[in-house]
């Protein structure tokens, strides 16, 4: 299309076939009146004042809020070799964390990582994401968000197994940096408990990888598995275990889920974000409902790396509505929130299309606690739109929007950038 010239400084108001503005019901021939990067109005177009704006009309467009991506690890994008290569075996993930810890040892410069990070967070940003979460393992990768068009919320990720090991992570902990916990089976309890009320006293979100394997659950459970052989490993390594020594004796076992877990440790609440979630219990996904827990589904690298499907329906019958992550270029082949959400209705049919569109928008808005910006297309909203082609009729409006993947086309709205 050609491009269309905006030239007014006040209100523009975007005319398009279709608005979806995910927090109302579809607008046919709708409008969206923005000015000084907020939404004024939402509306039919025929009920709003164009005599008092530019009107700039979107033939063949749909009208949407910019997509939320809630989990991603742009520190490893120097990586992405790693999630082009063929899919390791199923629930064998310990065998993935080995080949990821050895690339990772590789002597790479960190203005190099920076660099890539910074190429995955502007194609995050040139496929619709106004916000991301991003996680990495060093306090320098915070750079990676310096000057991007896509807002990022950097967490600095600590390890710690053992309780020495743990007593160290808190006693090095960056002031300026919002940090959070790996994982259950990688944190000691003390650390996991520290960090969260780190969290909660500065208020900020508590996002960490729970439930995203068999083999962990085996191994909080019953403290035997690949986890057992892989942690064992790795403490022999450092010298913090010895070969008379078993590994139970400095790394507690709950005997319990991820979820039921965190719930023992008081983790679980409004600002805890449990990345992955896919093997937890009817009884978990309660206790995520109960304490207003919040999920993020990637599906893409969970098929990936074979460790199985989320069980969504659990969420879906308790009002929970998950945000969706694209996790790291070494688990995934894309960091593109489009073809997450058709893996997903791929993975699970029954899901209506509208559900899934409102997780990548609204359910991340939610997610990562910025409802009152970002999530959908309302009055007070920041206005960060997208202009999406589509030239079909309502009833495929969401089926197009969550099928359509990678071949999908979007423009940003933001800056009034429509070609």
Aim: charged residues 20%; proline residues 5%; aromatic residues 4%.
């Amino acid at each position: 299309m050609k491009d269309i010239d905006i030239t007014s400084k006040g209100p523009i108001l975007y005319r398009a076939p279709y608005v979806v503005p995910v927090t109302s019901p579809l607008i046919h021939d709708g409008g969206v009146l923005v000015n000084a990067g907020r939404i004024v109005a939402v509306d039919r177009f025929n009920r709003l004042r164009p005599e008092d704006s530019q009107v700039v009309e979107l033939d063949r467009r749909i009208i949407t809020p910019a997509l939320i991506n809630c989990h991603a690890h742009l520190e490893l994008s120097h990586l992405a070799d790693l999630g082009r290569e063929a899919v390791i075996a199923p629930a064998d993930i310990t065998a993935w964390i080995r080949l990821l810890l050895a690339k990772r040892g590789e002597v790479v410069p960190m203005d190099e990582i920076i660099r890539a990070g910074r190429e995955a967070l502007a194609a995050l940003y040139r496929r619709g994401v106004a916000l991301v979460c991003d996680i990495g393992n060093q306090a320098a990768s915070h750079a990676i968000a310096d000057d991007g068009e896509a807002e990022c919320l950097f967490f600095q990720e600590m390890l710690g197994v053992t309780a020495q090991a743990a007593q160290a992570v808190l006693a090095s902990l960056p002031p300026d940096v919002q940090c959070t916990a790996h994982a259950p089976y990688s944190c000691h309890p003390s650390l996991l408990k520290a960090l969260k009320e780190r969290a909660r006293q500065s208020g900020g979100i508590f996002p960490i990888h729970v439930a995203e394997s068999l083999d962990e659950i085996e191994f909080l459970q019953t403290g035997s598995g690949p986890f057992q052989q892989f942690l064992a490993e790795r403490l022999r390594l450092v010298g913090a275990l010895t070969d008379s020594q078993k590994l139970s004796e400095l790394v507690g076992v709950p005997g319990c889920g991820a979820v039921e877990y965190l719930h023992a440790l008081n983790l679980l609440d409004a600002s805890t974000i449990c990345v992955h979630a896919v093997h937890i219990s009817a009884s978990e996904a309660d206790l995520l409902a109960k304490t207003k827990a919040k999920v993020c589904l990637c599906p893409g690298s969970n098929r990936k790396l074979g460790v199985g499907k989320a069980k969504v329906s659990l969420l879906v019958q308790r009002q929970i509505l998950p945000g969706l992550g694209t996790d790291s270029l070494t688990s995934n082949e894309c960091l593109d929130l489009w073809h997450e959400m058709q893996v997903l209705h791929k993975d699970h049919p029954d899901l209506s299309p509208e559900l899934i569109f409102r997780m990548a928008t609204l359910g991340g808005a939610e997610t990562l606690g910025v409802t009152h910006r970002l999530g959908g297309l309302a009055p007070g909203l920041d206005a960060k739109m997208l202009a999406v082609d589509f030239s079909g009729p309502a009833a495929d409006i969401y089926p197009f929007l969550v099928n359509s993947g990678k071949s999908i086309k979007i423009n940003w709205l933001e800056a009034g950038n429509v070609n």
